[in-house]
């Protein structure tokens, strides 16, 4: 089983920039990684994913050129540096863990495990 923690959310301004961090409890280099997230009364959406390797990534249009994701697996973490922060970024960040492919899914019933989620909030 892998278990994963988020961290790095907090309040921040438009414009401005977080790093985020997806630790796992054991070795998950056999994942594909994606971050989610979910707003108020939003459905939970695709952010950016990873392959096993790091070697490929996948970004929403939305985030595509301000976010990137990048893993470590000697470290079991995997990373979302969040710049060009927007209002419209508010929501509750989740890294989940998929077992099943070796590309990356958008769609969150693919993915295996999930942390508990950290806010990210962003004013105008």
């Known amino acids: 089983q892998v278990s994963l923690v988020e961290s790095g959310g907090g309040l921040v301004q438009a414009g401005g920039s977080l790093r985020l961090s997806c630790a796992a409890s054991?070795?998950?280099?056999?994942?594909?990684v994606g971050w989610f997230r979910q707003a108020p009364r939003e459905e939970r959406e695709f952010v950016a994913g990873i392959t096993r390797s790091g070697g490929n990534d996948d970004y929403a249009d939305s985030v595509k050129g301000r976010f990137t994701i990048s893993r470590d697996n000697a470290k079991n973490t995997v990373y979302l540096q969040m710049n060009t922060l927007k209002p419209e970024d508010t929501a509750v960040y989740y890294c989940?863990?998929?077992?099943?492919?070796?590309?990356?899914?958008?769609?969150?019933?693919?993915?295996?495990?999930w942390g508990q989620g950290t806010q990210v909030t962003v004013s105008s």
């Open positions: 989940a863990a998929d077992f099943s492919r070796y590309d990356i899914s958008r769609l969150s019933s693919d993915y295996d495990y």
């Open positions: 054991g070795r998950f280099s056999g994942y594909a």
